[in-house]
């Protein structure tokens, strides 16, 4: 598969996770509801990755008329917070799903999880082992070698039982007993060979401060949360398939304790399926590498409009439209691949020419002066806000004797098929008048600094009156009203595709020093008092937004969205 291209060519409508579903819906599996869950770690924003698996876990429970439960998955205290966790919650709403009454927390489920562990060393299924780090490693063996037992595997229940209790009690240092599942040392698959489920970790918790002084492991933690929410369908990435049989042994332990939740006479036993993470270009997507861009400060932060984060993605101007249409195209698949951001801008563009109003502003002017045209006079022209919807009206756009157009709509000796502006070829001046250069002023070192024409009287609005073709049209600012603008223009953060395939180079060797241009742009007046958040199309430019940090009314700051050259239109489609 061509990464990107997703599944829309072939089977869209029944990708492996709904066939999955819709076979336990019709063989009355899920009690009359199917519910699927979201469980972020809060130790970090979330990116364009965790939006796939959110449209993913809530896009199911919506086809099948269910719900997706939002759950902190707190069980690693060491870098979580409320920050995060609340950052989690505006990101989730923003994308458009909404989780209801279905708020959960692992933490809340410290207690009931101690619980279980205790019946579980009762039962003969787990012991507190004494193991260092080092010597478990050792003892777990490799992939392709069996491991061997600890030496304390086979204490009694009640010994366990005691350690455990005063491991609760504080009495260990932080990592030296641990509790461990007792079930194969000799199983092929890793992850089997008597997990650890339990470790002592004197860290306090952002929401259960200093009452804990052991945390559950994620393993143990996942299906236990899953089966006490009543989670029907838990969807995950790859990484977490090896770890598919030991969440079905907790789920199974947790069967013959009766703790299975019960719904319309139909027991809810949760399930795991996994699919492919989402790579995207020219970027990282681990939350550890992204907190280290935000930690040396070489972004301006998690929201920094470079940053494939959701916050830093709306800052930029994306759309949550645009980011689902992204989700949904790239599809759900089982194979690890990379897709190519350019998909993403694609999505961008296509949400935005349909809604962004257009607006004209100059990023590297040059002055143009109409001779035949009065000093003092000016017109306003009525400029469509949007062609591409006709309810978006005109706006007026004051137009005189001196503009600005860009620097790179000119040439004094014209390459072929160059339609602007060039000695005595005719163009339009969008949606104010036809325009002929007749004469170009220089600097002392030859530079272009003026662009002298004159302009068509019979051609008002931009069209001839006897109906002559004009191949080009260009946009332009009146020099008098124009006003300045801030304008960033963002690159890829990255300067290869894959910032973390080399292996013998730090991922930061890779940082493009030039992902960030601050520019003066020349706008017209009704770009001044734009309302941050306000995405336009710089006609001819770009898609820019006004910056929600740090644009004021009267001091405009505007993002640079995305470019109108597309690129993968040119070359992703036709792969
Ligand atoms: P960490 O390294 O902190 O575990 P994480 O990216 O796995 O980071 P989680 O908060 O554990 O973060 O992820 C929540 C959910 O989002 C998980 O179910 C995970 O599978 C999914 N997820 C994370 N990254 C991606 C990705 N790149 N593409 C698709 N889903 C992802
Ligand atoms: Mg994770």
């Not at 080092?134 to 003892?139: I, L, P, R, S, V």
């Not at 157009?405 to 070829?425: A, C, H, L, N, Y």
């Amino acid at each position: 598969m061509i990464a990107g291209d997703g599944d829309k060519g072939s089977d869209t409508g029944r990708h492996f996770l709904k066939q999955w579903i819709a076979e336990d819906v019709a063989a009355g599996r899920t009690g009359g509801t199917v519910v699927t869950r979201f469980p972020p770690e809060p130790n970090g924003y979330i990116h364009i990755g965790h939006a796939k698996a959110i449209c993913i876990d809530f896009g199911m429970a919506r086809e099948f008329g269910g719900r997706c439960n939002l759950r902190m998955d707190d069980t690693n205290p060491s870098k979580e917070s409320d920050e995060y966790a609340e950052s989690i919650k505006k990101d989730i709403r923003w994308l458009g799903f909404d989780w209801g009454e279905g708020f959960y927390s692992a933490a809340n489920l410290f207690e009931q999880m101690y619980e279980i562990a205790e019946r579980l060393i009762e039962g003969g299924h787990a012991y507190v082992c004494e193991l260092t780090q080092e010597q478990w490693k050792e003892y777990r063996g490799a992939p392709t070698s069996p491991g061997r037992e600890s030496p304390f595997r086979n204490r009694s229940a009640a010994e366990s039982l005691d350690l455990f209790r005063r491991m609760r009690a504080g009495e260990f240092a932080d990592g030296t007993l641990c509790l461990r599942a007792k079930i194969d040392m000799a199983s092929p698959n890793i992850h089997f060979r008597d997990p650890v489920l339990y470790r002592i970790m004197r860290v306090p918790h952002y929401h259960t401060g200093d009452k804990w002084c052991i945390y559950p492991m994620y393993d143990f933690a996942h299906p236990i949360e899953d089966a006490f929410e009543g989670v029907t369908h838990s969807m995950c990435t790859l990484e977490f398939e090896v770890h598919r049989p030991l969440y079905d042994w907790v789920v199974d332990r947790m069967d013959e304790m009766g703790l299975l939740v019960v719904r319309n006479g139909v027991k809810i036993r949760p399930q795991q399926r996994e699919f492919a993470r989402l790579n995207l270009s020219y970027t990282v997507m681990s939350k550890r590498k992204l907190l280290q861009l935000v930690e040396e400060r070489r972004v301006s932060g998690w929201d920094d409009p470079r940053m494939p984060t959701v916050c830093g993605l709306r800052r930029r101007g994306y759309t949550p439209e645009a980011i689902r249409d992204f989700c949904e195209r790239i599809g759900v698949s089982k194979y690890e691949s990379q897709t190519d951001v350019a998909l993403l801008e694609y999505c961008l563009r296509d949400d935005l020419n349909r809604r962004a109003l257009r607006r004209m502003a100059v990023l590297d002017p040059i002055k143009v002066v109409i001779d035949n045209w009065p000093a003092d006079k000016v017109e306003n022209v009525a400029a469509l806000n949007n062609p591409e919807d006709p309810d978006a009206g005109t706006r007026l756009v004051p137009f005189g004797r001196e503009l600005f157009i860009e620097r790179e709509d000119f040439m004094e000796v014209p390459s072929k098929k160059f339609f602007r502006v060039t000695p005595g070829q005719e163009v339009r001046l969008r949606a104010a008048c036809l325009f002929t250069c007749t004469h170009v002023v220089k600097d002392a070192e030859g530079r272009a600094v003026e662009v002298h024409g004159t302009y068509d009287p019979d051609s008002k609005g931009g069209n001839a009156a006897d109906g002559r073709k004009i191949k080009g049209t260009i946009h332009w600012v009146s020099a008098a009203h124009a006003v300045p603008l801030e304008v960033r223009l963002y690159d890829r953060l990255f300067t290869v595709p894959d910032p973390m395939g080399d292996d013998t180079k730090d991922f930061l060797e890779f940082l493009n020093e030039d992902s960030l241009r601050k520019i003066t742009a020349h706008a017209e007046p009704a770009l001044a008092e734009a309302a941050t958040g306000q995405i336009f199309q710089f006609e001819r430019v770009g898609y820019f937004c006004a910056d929600t940090v740090d644009s004021r009314p009267g001091a405009p700051v505007f993002n640079r969205t995305v470019t109108l050259k597309d690129s993968w239109a040119k070359v992703g489609n036709k792969q």
